[in-house]
């Protein structure tokens, strides 16, 4: 799998840990902490922000604020603010890639196969897919553009469905290094592989991120190195939440050009980008989009890069890649 992990190849000796579940991953947290930033265990904090956020925007937990939005028949619906900045960045994400970065598509995940936790999905059962039917249904539902943001008051229409998990990890990997974190000057935050960075110069090399084989997960085959910079960096393959329903191969990147999981030559996309949350939702663009529109759209994003890795072996790199990969 093509995945971004944290390479400890430089002195962090001087900063502090921090490591705990949420998001449905491992969230891990590097900073060089002054010792009145550690007495006032910022985090501890981090982390209780984070639980509680999984808490409130997992579709998998009954009864919280996504829940009851997405079980809510429609009309003014009174959000909290999390939500609504959610909800703004989901729109937005939305016009920037063209719809193509589309949060509607439970329907799709659930019919597919993705219909629990994925901790939970011990073994597919007998059921049948009907690719056709999926496709048919998810054009008849409401998309996030129908969705209306006046203030504090959001619309919603009737039968609108979301998911947020495209977006949650990198969202709450910048609010922590924007916000809570946001005098630390040596920061390494993970969420699953959504990195926040910044800091830890090194002469100017900044953090090393390694990038590893797809097929050879124990082989690192490229390092990014951050420059000193602030940094997100994401990456979206379809070798971990995926599945076989009958003949039926399902992953958790719906194209919602078709309703159905992205099938195209890409196994995974691994993206670079001035935030998280912009790195996690282009890295999902490009794989749906497919190599050529892929391209065509990160390198249209000036402050943005992509590797790209290929069923095939092949890997590509976009235009602004090839600076990131020089120490």
């Known amino acids: 799998m093509a995945v971004n992990y944290f390479a400890a190849s430089y002195n962090i000796t ?16 590097v900073a060089a902490l002054t010792p009145e930033q550690e007495q006032k265990k910022l985090l501890d ?41 959610l909800l703004k960045e989901a729109k937005r994400a939305n016009v920037l890639t063209k719809g193509i970065f589309e949060p509607a598509v439970i329907g799709s995940l659930e019919s597919s196969g993705y219909d629990r936790s994925f901790d939970d999905i011990k073994k597919q059962d007998e059921r049948q897919v009907n690719p056709g039917q999926i496709t048919e249904e998810f054009f008849r539902q409401p998309r996030i553009s129908e969705l209306e943001i006046s203030g504090d008051k959001v619309i919603k229409p009737a039968g609108l ?4 998990g495209g977006l949650g990890k990198g ?6 290094g924007e916000h809570l ?37 124990e082989r690192e085959i490229f390092a990014v190195y951050t420059k000193g910079e602030k940094v997100g960096i994401a990456t979206s393959g379809i070798f971990k939440r995926k599945g076989r329903i009958g ?30 949350k912009r790195a996690d939702i282009f890295a999902k663009t490009v794989l749906i989009l497919g190599e050529r529109l892929g391209l ?32």
């Open 14 to 29: 001087d900063m502090i840990w921090k490591k705990f579940n949420a998001l449905g991953t491992e969230v891990i947290i």
């Open 45 to 85: 904090q981090a982390e209780k922000i984070v639980l509680d956020f999984d808490k409130k925007f997992s579709r998998f937990v009954a009864g919280n604020e996504l829940n009851r939005f997405n079980n809510f028949s429609g009309g003014e619906f009174k959000a909290s603010e999390t939500l609504i900045d």
């Open 161 to 164: 469905r979301l998911d947020l």
């Open 171 to 176: 969202y709450m990997a910048d609010f922590l």
């Open 181 to 217: 974190l946001g005098r630390v000057s040596d920061l390494w935050i993970s969420a699953g592989g959504d990195l926040f960075i910044r800091g830890n110069d090194q002469a100017s090399r900044g953090w090393k991120v390694g990038v590893q084989d797809p097929y050879k997960p």
């Open 247 to 276: 003949g039926f191969f399902w992953h958790h990147l719906i194209d919602p050009r078709s309703g159905l999981p992205a099938d195209n030559d890409i196994l995974a996309v691994t993206a670079i980008s001035s935030s998280a």
């Open 296 to 327: 065509d759209f990160i390198d249209a994003q000036t402050d943005s890069a992509a590797l790209l890795f290929f069923k095939d072996g092949r890997t590509v790199f976009s235009q602004r890649a090839l600076p990131y990969l020089r120490a």
